[in-house]
Every structure is written in structure tokens, then in C-alpha cells.
């Protein structure tokens, strides 16, 4: 079975320019989530979709960030216009409603790392 | 949120036991603790999750003491593999499993041959 899937892997902007992030979750999975550490921070908690519904978005920093999930599956993350403070590396998961399945935490993608000079 | 406390880094040798620590005083009664593994260059990855007392599954074993203060997350004869770090995470199960429980610093276990 294959893993969350994230691309790009690495991302080199200008700021003030758009880039978008995608992130293909488990088969299944209903719930989606997107993390992010800047650099020397901890991983941060974004948002979460359950389906195609934003669950929570009290982690998105600002007005610049704009998260959808399509149908329900894939999910893409952007960030427009690009600041230099959004460089990182920025993670997507996936899960399944842990009331049916517990104690199966999350699946995390390998990370999209963004620079912004 | 609970916060959480553990060590920065840890040392270990091949085919020992480890056993990582975390602090968390302010735990709430509906929180849970939960485990995550992170190599470099990857996403975490799910170790273990529990409430109370012992949780074992095919990788770790979680002791919980009764006054939930603290766990311990423990791994049976570690290998060179098991280099990575470590997070304690505690949240409510609707909070963790939305995400929203603090990663923290984590815990950087190096095993040596």
C-alpha cells in the first residue's frame, strides 16, 4: 500500500511568488492534516480536513496560506505571495477516523522543503 | 495543552534496551500520550499511543505509572537503525488524532555499534 505522497519534494522561490504544494493522502483516509517547522521550531499543527471539509484551520498563519481538498482526496496547500518567514519544511498526513480504528496515529508524508529567498 | 519534557539526546549501544522519558505534570484526564519517531529528511512516524498502565505493540512498549505524570517509551534491543528522534506528544484523543497536540523538541536517540 503506498504512503502519503507529497511534491514537490523541494521547492526554491522568490518571495512574493506563488507556490503550491500537493499532497496525495492514504486511499481511505478520510482525515488530512498539514503541518509545517520553520527552521530551529517545532512542527507545527496547520489544518485538518475530514473529506473535503476544513475541520480546523486555527494553524494557519495568515490570510497567505489557502489549503483545499478536492473531492476529498488529494489535498494542495498555497501560499501567496511567498515571505521569506514561510521557509520550511512543510508536512502532510493522513488517517483514518480513530473512533473506528484507535491507537493508529497518523501517517506522515516525507515533507516538502521551501525556500523563499 | 499538556506540555511536555524530555531529554534533548540520548546515547545507546546495539542490542540494548532504551528507555526514553517524558514529563508531562499538567496532563488532563482526557488526554492520551502518544509517540512519533522521526528519521531525517522524513515525515514522523507512529510508534505507540496510550492511556494508562502498559500498552506493547510489535515495536515499543509504553509504561504509563498511575499518577500519569510521566511515560516511559521503551525499545527492546535497539540497532543502528533506530537513530532518530523521539516526540512524546499528549492531547485529548479528539485533539491528537486532530493534529493538535505539540510536537516539542523531541528526544535525539543515537545508538552506537
Known amino acids: 500500500e503506498a504512503g502519503v505522497t507529497q511534491f514537490p519534494s523541494h521547492s526554491v522561490i522568490e518571495k512574493g511568488q506563488t507556490v503550491t504544494l500537493r499532497c496525495d493522502p492514504i486511499?481511505?483516509?478520510?482525515?488530512l492534516y498539514w503541518y509545517r517547522r520553520v527552521m530551529g521550531k517545532e512542527i507545527k499543527f496547520l489544518l485538518h480536513f475530514v473529506k473535503e471539509s476544513k475541520q480546523d484551520e486555527s494553524g494557519m498563519p495568515n490570510n497567505r496560506f489557502l489549503a483545499e481538498r478536492t473531492g476529498g482526496t488529494y489535498s494542495t496547500l498555497k501560499v501567496q505571495p511567498a515571505e521569506l518567514e514561510d521557509s520550511g519544511v512543510y508536512f502532510c498526513a493522513s488517517s483514518q477516523d480513530f473512533r473506528e480504528f484507535p491507537g493508529m496515529g497518523q501517517f506522515f508524508g516525507p515533507g516538502t522543503r521551501l525556500t523563499v529567498l | 495543552l499538556a506540555k511536555t519534557t524530555q531529554p534533548i539526546s540520548m546515547d545507546s549501544y546495539e542490542g540494548q534496551e532504551v528507555n526514553i522519558t517524558c514529563s508531562h505534570n499538567n496532563i488532563a484526564t482526557n488526554d492520551y500520550i502518544t509517540w512519533y519517531q522521526q528519521f531525517p529528511s522524513q515525515g514522523p512516524r507512529f510508534i505507540i499511543q496510550g492511556y494508562k498502565t502498559k500498552v506493547t505493540n510489535e515495536v515499543a512498549s509504553l509504561f504509563i505509572p498511575a499518577d500519569r505524570k510521566s511515560s516511559t517509551l521503551s525499545l527492546p534491543r535497539v540497532s543502528l537503525s533506530d537513530t532518530a528522534v523521539y516526540y512524546c506528544?499528549?492531547?485529548?484523543?479528539?485533539?491528537?488524532?486532530?493534529?493538535?497536540?505539540?510536537f516539542g523538541d523531541g528526544t535525539t536517540l543515537t545508538v552506537k555499534p
Open positions: 506528544l499528549v492531547g485529548d484523543i479528539v485533539d491528537t488524532n486532530a493534529g493538535k497536540s505539540t
Open positions: 486511499s481511505g483516509h478520510d482525515n
